[in-house]
């Protein structure tokens, strides 16, 4: 349980760091300005795309995909304080760096189980940034909390796959840059529930595709990002060719995809955490009120020491999370993974309140990233499975008779 | 301290509840529609101009004002339960009765403290919602909280005042039809601490007068209500006649028009809570997840059980604070509204989180009201005075020595 | 739903203020000293006696028994503010008036169901305090929360029941001085599930009967009032004629007992949290540390600003629970019961959580009530059904499908 | 950042598990007996007597005390496991391996800072558990928790010094065999701040000396620990060679022995929560209560899976905190010892709040230790610098313009 940095670590961060200071955060009011000129465009602004040549130039591309075949990135642990660095520009940092969500795990997924056809097709324009993706599993009409009520249909027909059913909350593909959907249906509803499910490749021109809308969270559309769609899937017909993995293991390769997707979203909260806790901190040293900087009164010193004490701790546990993933496996550190999933958002939640708190009526606004960090860290205790299907699984495991191991010191 | 309602507060709350029922609930997804024909629309939708014809064929209009020479409206202990009903259709049922902040509060500014040439000019088309107003008060560049450290300048220049200065969040502002703003300003630097302020009339087509851009809320811009504008006022002459009440009273005066404002938000609040309630429990009499509905899981139960009792307990203070300010006046009610004024926000604010969690990703989006009301209780945490500033008030004054009476039962 | 309250309660109130203030708070440090002069008695102190003499000359005596043929004290919404005036000395005030749990309940329980001879040989005297009571039901073996799962057997052998089953925590009961016992127990286990229980008279020197051991508290046994003690009932052989009400009523006998009871800790509860919120004004207003005052600084303030906002809501609350069950029945209230029995505990313990942090070691100390609060208030987070039993009926409530009264204003 | 345990910590941790679940755990109900027996007497019982000649046997002895001149233990990296176990006994592990407080702060106190007569005198018996002692810092006549505010007087007169003054919670002076004080008082008032104190030895049978009264904690005399006691010094004479370290030492001695002993507070609490959460697995699934058993309930797993994560991430923050001071120093650690401080015993209360709640009347009794925790942690927030005091320097920290270091990733 080393969790010290290794010399590629140290190396990364500080370059990540100098690229942040120097050119992401500078750019954060001109992506702005260009939103506000191009307000109906869903594509990356040309700002992300400077952002990227230069990430490129430095080698920092694509480092969320661990060491093996398709990737020459970073290990878990090695990831953890680069991704929590992105997540304090969390706009540009993780796009420009090619490691922004949703694309990641669909890269991910197209890696370790996509085939090569699927993989030249596919991950080779994503690793380039040429083009992006979308992961379509969550529903309008059911609790998809539970996996196993899915209700979208592939059937199978000849050579083909037949696709029907709705999408809701397709990150990203509301950009007509997001040129592929992975979507999660049942192609046998007569199977063991966790062999229901499976995933096919559906590229976006495909007759009966229809990106119906865009979905706001909190009143953001998040549009420079390709946004939240809803998709509707009518009669849509791809070649078999097209399924990843094999019939009924979608529910599995879903697990295995969200176990880093979570981690890596608990990584850059964090960052988005410090983020806040910055600006606290400049404008408490800067803001006069009732006699007194900010910085000097009692209630807010309370708030930044328990920000400060619940992010240090929660920091610990993903590194601990990360590490179990690089040497135990991801199925090893589940519990792990659940635990900062529930933990990690609420905390930042908590943090990012605070700071809305300091900062008053620009705390809510747009010159500050707070009330959007804050969307972000509440968004996350429903993405990728509510707190409460996390917190039943930690129970239940917590609670299980003559737990001999993870427990003692 | 009797809070059974009299025959004129249930028949009015039966009429608002049927017109809520049968006109405003919908008409949501009418005002949606409209909205997002018209985008760059600041103004009222036309759906609201209708609801307005109707409530006030019912007589339901300017029900706010209390009874008295320029009003015949409700107590605020009758006003109580109206105004929260017109909370569970936040966007379209109070400014459908014209009961819908900031106008109230410039309406009951202008009914006690307007010459009768101001009233003249504008109480009358407001009470007859032919415009709108907004109220500017809060700037960017100092802790507003402190009503003491506004900086921006009212000068008497012969027979005019020159207004220069910034302020933001003043809602409605966006509204083209928005054609007055009050400005809170310092008369008098010199004076002593809050008798430096004064408030003055100025025409929104006043040279001088830039409304430089909208404010959002958590990424709402809330563009069917007039938004929340930047105002910039670069030396805007209007006549002395303008001036609101005397020099030095913009204090007072501001304190007096919070009062009231200050108690509508939490009696609308209530409301809002009332509708997330309702909605937590029709979806959860129809979602499955995990083998049962989720009315039948342990959590939900505990959500909602935790919720009704805030809400329960929270209406008996604002009834209570009602009743004292009919009684006793706002002064005496003062402790009673800075503690709802507290406490409000933060329960419906965590009933609002059950609510969107208990909805998953569509309790975030547009989809539900949830996510608004969220952020509309949030937002009230530093609306009209920041939580801490009424706490430390509250604390100062329960930590007086030998504080006589309102404790004891 | 008026809470005013009326000449009698007026005078009561100031009564028993006088009485507090003049006689019960000097008496505590006599209780002290008389305990730890006699710390291996069980019965009540002779300054309990005295006080008992003074409390009967100044007619606040039973005022707990709503008027009728067996009481001649106050409704629920007199008794009210009595209770909580009470609850600010709880060791003295509440037994010194013959207002203390248990024998309020029992004495409750006679006047409603009790036979004439039942009264007359155990009513009589409790009302007169030349005997106590305590009522047997919870068990160690069984979950008692679900009241269902008693085992305790009551066995019909011909003219007599023989009793036979192990209870703890019946409060009194180490007091010699303690005449009888009420044990619920099943005379049926076959019958429909709330049928099965009845409750009898148990004498405490009938054969079979062991006091076995007192139980604590938080470390606290609670000496001065009887303690609570663990009680075996060995085929104890009581006549027929000392059951109350008849065999199957033991459940439904039970929660009218109950209802009361819950709301009288609530009013107490309330009592206490002044108690403490006095006891902090009073010490923050002479300790200095870092610099200042306590009561001056901005964590102080917020402790007491958060706690007086709980109690005034809960006040309120509880007042309109006691309202309803005066005007419309117990059974009709219990939604308003449930409530307060799981928010004011709540509430209190937070209140003399902050306290206790105020006073420092002190607050943990025999040198205040703030301790023996904390542990009242914890304590009945259990005590008459815990929380999770009440919220999830409250919940289940709040989510039955079109709940058409109660819910809006 | 390497937290793997070494050798020596698995073989320690791994006997004293073994230690603990042959000898520890089951001699709690003897020692429980053994108090019943005597329990007027306040010194250590029999048992604890026998499980200090097995812990000796083992080499389990004195292992706090860090490697170096008078210590050959663990460091505290090695340590945190250890004391971690000792938690899950909190009455009998502690003593029984000679590592209990504050005899252990008092022992580093000595080896750090006492002369070679002193350590010859107290520190070699104390190491040896032929005596006990005490260590008397807080008074009760001022807020101890600012150091500055001490008033004990520590006169010099000529080869003397006179002591005069009132301490209380003074852990273990009420047991006779307590044979020497350490007391903190001012040697010059008007020397700077931290310069006013100093430290001095007294024999508890040094004439002035009074042990006046013992101090309970929520209700717990804790006699079989020596208690808590209130101790009085009226003029009492100890040779000026009784001095530990320089005249006004004794802030900074005072701050040096605090860091350490707060960690090991901190990992005894893990050990209590880890201790409440074998208790709370092993009641859940034998108690059945409204139709299943207690773990299965959704609300009951809710508690069981947030305690896991606090502690999960609490250990791993007391982990690096050990670690730091291994590497860097105690007062390189001060912000990390501060952290955990605060936050370990908060979420111990509330783990140990749940596990009370789950066990019903039993959680709050003698017979599980759970009521004891409860109030071990609660204390804890107040013992050795309450909550504010840490929260008030975290913040002031947190805040510090351009705190270049240890914040980011």
Redo the contacts between chains.
């Keep these: 349980?080393?969790?010290?940095p290794d010399a590629l670590t140290v190396t990364r961060?500080e370059q990540v760091?100098e690229f942040l200071d120097e050119h992401v955060i500078p750019a954060e009011p001109v992506l702005a300005e260009q939103i506000a000129a191009t307000p109906d465009d869903w594509s990356a602004r040309p700002v992300v795309r400077e952002l990227r040549e230069k990430a490129r130039e430095r080698g920092l591309w694509n480092l969320f995909l661990p060491p093996g075949p398709h990737g020459d990135g970073l290990t878990n642990l090695q990831y953890?304080?680069v991704a929590?660095?992105t997540g304090r520009s969390p706009r540009l940092a993780p796009v420009a760096m090619n490691c922004a969500a949703p694309d990641t795990g669909n890269m991910e997924l197209l890696a370790h189980f996509g085939t090569p056809a699927q993989r030249a097709e596919w991950l080779d324009p994503l690793l380039d940034a040429r083009i992006r993706s979308a992961f379509c599993m969550?529903e309008?009409a059911?609790?998809?909390?539970?996996a196993t009520?899915v209700e979208t249909a592939i059937r199978r027909d000849g050579g083909d796959y037949v696709i029907s059913g709705r999408k809701?909350?397709a990150t990203g593909a509301m950009d007509p840059g997001c040129a592929v959907f992975i979507v999660m249906g049942k192609t046998d509803p007569g199977a063991a529930r966790h062999r229901q499910q499976s995933m096919v490749l559906v590229p976006r021109d495909t007759p009966g595709v229809t990106v119906v809308r865009p979905?706001?969270?909190?009143?953001?559309?998040d549009r420079d990002h390709g946004g939240h769609a809803e998709v509707l899937f009518d009669e849509v017909r791809v070649p078999a060719a097209n399924l990843i993995g094999g019939e009924g293991e979608g529910f599995a390769m879903a697990q295995a995809r969200l176990g880093p997707g979570r981690v890596h979203h608990c990584m850059r909260l964090?960052?988005m955490a410090?983020r806040a806790?910055?600006l606290?901190?400049?404008r408490?040293?800067e803001?006069?009120?009732?006699g007194g900087l900010?910085?000097e009164?009692?209630?807010?010193?309370?708030?930044?020491?328990?920000?400060?004490?619940?992010v240090?701790?929660?920091?610990?546990?993903v590194l601990?999370t990360a590490w179990l993933m690089d040497t135990a496996g991801n199925k090893a550190a589940m519990t792990?993974i659940q635990?900062i999933k529930?933990?990690v958002p609420r905390a930042v939640q908590r943090v990012a309140?605070h700071a809305?708190?300091l900062f008053?009526?620009?705390?809510?606004?747009?010159?500050t990233p707070l009330?959007?960090i804050?969307?972000a860290a509440?968004?996350l205790?429903?993405?990728d499975g509510?707190?409460?299907?996390?917190?039943?699984?930690?129970?239940?495991a917590?609670?299980?008779?003559k737990?001999p191991e993870g427990?003692?010191?």
């Design positions: 349980m080393d969790f010290q961060t760091r953890a304080p929590e660095l969550t309008p059911v609790a998809s909390s539970d009520r809701w909350f979905m706001t969270v909190f009143g953001y559309d964090l960052g410090e806790l910055d606290m901190r400049d408490a040293n803001r006069v009120a009732f900010l910085a009164k009692g209630v807010v010193r309370t708030w930044v020491a328990e920000s400060r004490v619940e240090e701790a929660l920091r610990l546990l601990k792990e635990a529930v933990a309140d809305i708190q008053g009526a620009a705390g809510l606004s747009q010159d009330a959007e804050f969307a509440r968004a205790r429903l993405a509510p707190d409460e299907v996390h917190l039943a699984a930690l129970g239940k917590g609670l299980r008779p737990h427990r003692q010191p």
